[in-house]
C-alpha cells in the first residue's frame, strides 16, 4: 500500500512548525519518528492533507536536568533514553520501560514523544507517565501551555491535545532516594504490544513501603493508574498477604476488552499479577540501591 496524496513541509524552527500547523489544522499531522503514523498512512487508515515533519527542527532532542524533574525534549529517539545514564538513575522507571518497546530498529527511529502523543493503549510511556504525574510541555502559536499526565490522556489513541498544538517536552520528576523501579509485560513475541503490562516505582522506610506509584498498559482505553492497589500496599510492609491484596485491586481496578489476542478475563488477571511481580522487583532494585 502507499500513502494518499499530501503536501509536505519540513520546518527548521518551532515558530515555523506551529504556525504551519495553525494554518493547515484540521488536515496536517506532525511526522516525529514515523513509526506509527506511516504505517497507517500507507494503510490508508490516516490520511492527512498536510505533513509537517519535526525532524528537522533543534532544541527538543534533549535531555536536561531541571534540579527537581528531568526535562526530555519530546523529539529525543527512544534509543537514545534507553542509552542514558541521567534517566537511568535520576527516572528509572522511563529507562525500564525503554527497554520494553519493540525492537532496536523502532527504538532508534521512534521518539519518547510521538509515543505519548501517539497515546496507544497497549504503549509503555503513556503508562510510565501517567505512573510518575509527569508534565506535557505543548506549544501552538498561543503559546505555550503544561498538562498533567492525569489529564492528557483521554481514550485509544487520543488525547487532550488541540489540532494545533505540538508536544515539544516532558517533564518527568526524579525518584525519590531509596527507590526502585521496574516495568513489567506480557506479550505474544518479544517485542509485540504488551498484552498488559505495569510500571511501578516503590520507595522505601525500612522495611515499610513510604511511597508507591503504579500504572497499568493494554488493560482499558488508555493508562490505568492503579491506585487501589497504591492505598492498599503504601505504609506497609512486603508480605506475600500484602502482595496479594494489592494483586486483587489491580485486577478489580481495570476493565480490559478482549480481543484475538487475549481475552478480557486473562487481561484483568495478568494485571494483578504484573503489579505483583512490578512492586516486588522494584522493592528489591530499592534496598540493592540503598
Known amino acids: 500500500m502507499k500513502p494518499g496524496p499530501f503536501n509536505y513541509f519540513a520546518p527548521t524552527t518551532l515558530s515555523e512548525a506551529v504556525k504551519l500547523l495553525s494554518e493547515h489544522a484540521p488536515e496536517a499531522r506532525v511526522l516525529a519518528g514515523g513509526q506509527s503514523l506511516v504505517p497507517m498512512m500507507n494503510f490508508r487508515l490516516a490520511r492527512p492533507g498536510v505533513l509537517i515533519d519535526l525532524n528537522r527542527l533543534t532544541g527538543l532532542s534533549d535531555i536536561r536536568d531541571d534540579g527537581d524533574f528531568l526535562a526530555i525534549g519530546a523529539m529525543i529517539r527512544e534509543r537514545e533514553v534507553e542509552n542514558s545514564d541521567l534517566v537511568r538513575t535520576a527516572c528509572p522507571l522511563v529507562h525500564d520501560a525503554t527497554l520494553n518497546i519493540a525492537h532496536l530498529p523502532i527504538r532508534s527511529r521512534g521518539t519518547i514523544g510521538g509515543s505519548i502523543a501517539n497515546a ?77 503490562g505495569v510500571g511501578a516505582q516503590v520507595t522505601l522506610a525500612g522495611n515499610s513501603i513510604a511511597e508507591v506509584r503504579l500504572a497499568a498498559c493494554g488493560v482499558g482505553a488508555g493508562p490505568v493508574r492503579l491506585t487501589e492497589a497504591e492505598t492498599i500496599l503504601r505504609g506497609c510492609g512486603l508480605s506475600d498477604d500484602i502482595l496479594s491484596q494489592a494483586a486483587q485491586a489491580a485486577s478489580a481496578q481495570v476493565d480490559p476488552d478482549g480481543d484475538t489476542h487475549a481475552t478480557a478475563a486473562y487481561r484483568r488477571k495478568l494485571a494483578g499479577v504484573m503489579t505483583k511481580r512490578a512492586v516486588q522487583k522494584s522493592a528489591d532494585r530499592a534496598r540493592s540501591s540503598g
Open 120 to 196: 496507544d493503549p497497549a504503549a509503555e510511556y503513556p503508562a510510565t507517565m501517567l505512573a510518575l504525574d509527569a508534565t506535557l510541555m505543548a506549544h501552538s502559536v498561543r503559546g505555550e501551555r503544561r498538562i498533567a499526565a492525569a489529564d492528557f490522556f483521554c481514550g485509544v489513541l487520543t488525547t487532550t491535545l488541540e489540532v494545533d498544538e505540538i508536544l515539544t517536552e516532558i517533564r518527568v520528576p526524579k525518584a525519590p532516594s531509596n527507590s526502585g523501579a521496574a516495568f513489567v509485560e506480557i506479550s505474544r513475541r518479544h517485542g509485540d504490544f504488551a498484552l498488559t
